[in-house]
């Protein structure tokens, strides 16, 4: 089946830290692999995507490799800003259905 | 475009009313989710529709939920009666088949539902 396990939080960092949520993945052919950011009361925000194995997704200083071979995207963000705090959520889409993991909390201190 | 548009925006209601949430997906998508939100079970999908069709309904809890999509710009999720325990955020959320180049979810703000 398909399914997304990504690292529990809350994740605690000071300002300028480096950032690593982990993701892993279960999936049968070839999803595209997703990163998506939800600030307190919004919806969920697309933050970058790879669509094939070695793609490299990046946005806002976030970046995540497709990595076929240990089925993992995780997250990365060289240095953490206190605007970063949020809950991030792993995902994948494969046969028209998009799979979430359960999120993992950020909090970034000045 | 406008994204996806949700509303109400935020309800209070008391136990044994009917509840209904509306979305307008974002014009051309043909593919609407509904999504609910709760911090004990994270996020889950409860229903989606492939051009105003119900494809996959198996994560609607109970008969008490029911969801229409009567033309490509509107969905409904009706909860009757609604319960305590369905206290949660719903999301309603929309995408375009792209084929093997990958599909992008659009989420709306979320219906933020309070049942007393």
């Known amino acids: 089946g398909n399914s997304v396990t990504q690292m529990e939080g809350p994740v605690t960092l000071s300002e300028e830290a480096f950032l690593t949520i982990n993701c892993t993945y279960t999936?049968?052919?070839?999803?595209?692999l997703f990163w998506y950011v939800q600030y307190p009361g919004e919806g969920l925000q697309l933050l970058l995507k790879?669509?094939?194995?070695?793609d490299k997704g990046s946005n806002k200083g976030f970046e995540a490799t497709y990595r076929k071979e240990t089925t993992s995207f995780h997250l990365e963000k060289g240095s953490v800003q206190v605007s970063d705090s949020a809950v991030y959520f792993c995902?994948?889409?494969?046969?028209?259905?998009?799979?979430f993991g359960s999120g993992t909390k950020l909090n970034v201190k000045p | 475009d406008a994204g996806v548009i949700q509303s109400p925006r935020h309800e209070v209601t008391e136990m044994g009313q009917e509840v209904t949430l509306r979305c307008k997906p974002i014009?051309?998508?043909?593919?609407l989710f509904w999504y609910r939100q709760t911090m004990m079970r994270g996020l889950e999908l409860l229903i989606y529709?492939?051009?105003?069709?119900?494809?996959?309904d198996s994560g609607m809890p109970e008969d008490r939920f029911s969801a229409k999509m009567p033309n490509a710009s509107f969905s409904t999720l009706k909860i009757q009666p609604s319960e305590p325990r369905d206290s949660a955020v719903y999301f309603c959320?929309?995408?375009?088949?792209?084929?093997?180049?990958?599909?992008?979810?659009?989420f709306g703000e979320g219906s933020w539902l309070t049942v007393v």
């Open positions: 014009s051309g998508h043909d593919y």
């Open positions: 999936a049968t052919g070839y999803p595209s």
């Open positions: 995902a994948l889409y494969n046969f028209n259905k998009f799979y």
């Open positions: 790879a669509t094939k194995a070695d």
């Open positions: 529709f492939n051009n105003n069709v119900p494809i996959d």
């Open positions: 959320a929309s995408t375009r088949d792209r084929g093997p180049s990958g599909n992008t979810i659009y």
